[in-house]
């Protein structure tokens, strides 16, 4: 009896050493990406899965997940401090961040490195049906996110290229998904929303609300671009959100993906091969996963590309 019972425990050490031995088979990787109401989410949900499914180093899995963030600005500030494995950022912020600019004066975060490209994020002005331009938005609320976020200072800059200022408008700090819900409510009369277009929570508010998008063009909107290079024309196609029937001008921004200089270089290479090597997965989720493309996976990057990430476009033939 005694017998038997050393050697069930002796079987049960065992198990419990081979989990723990494929435990540590698994590592572990972060995608942060934004709120549940824009295209960040899903897609760092799916590109999540996808790594899982695909990406190995050594032997060992990858276990990525998404994680919800407060988008480019407070992603880029994740990263400077190496609290997560990656993020989404939009391309003029992770350049700010990476060269101490803007939000980020005397804060240089020269540990910034690129992945790659993702897809151009469309700035969407929403606003109640008797706003119909930029102008009409003096004396109204508007959100515009949290202080000190890429829209909070984008509006800054559309408000100064117009001859406004802040002081011109009342400003709410809601996210999409709130700021959605004000305008549907009565309780906001416009919101600038950079994201993928459809965004999931324009498409809730349009399907039961009336809401008009604002173009974003004309002589103001040059003046912006000779500052803000980053910012590129781009049409908001009819059909886009319900009861938009025509096209809309408006600018857009690519949204990169990123890391840090601490992630090693296996893990960097596994995780943009399994991206560029499975965009129709991503496609399925989201109309913008079908614009990542390997051919544009450079486009935007400003910051250096982690040597990993570099090692892959190399066997691609992307650089030389």
Known sequence: MKLKTVLLTAALSAGLVAGAVQAQERVFFGIATGGTGGTYYPLGGMLAQVISNNADIEGKKLSATAETGNASVANASLLGRESIESAFVAADILDAA???????????????RALGALYPETVQLIAQEGITSFNDLEG?????????????????????????SRDSVTEDYSSFSQSAEK????NLDASLITAGSPTSSLVELTNSHTVNVIPLSGAAIKELQKTQPYYASTILPAGTYKGIDKDVETIAVRAIWATHSGLSDEIAYAVTKALYENTETLGKVHVKGKEITLERALESVSIPLHPGAERYYREKGIID
């Open 183 to 186: 305008i549907k409510d009565g």
């Open 98 to 112: 990476y060269n101490g600019r803007n939000q980020f004066e005397g804060k240089a975060m020269k540990n910034l």
């Open 140 to 164: 109204k609320s508007i959100s515009s996110g949290s202080p000190g976020s890429g829209q909070w200072q984008l509006l800054g800059d559309l408000l100064a290229a117009h001859g406004m």
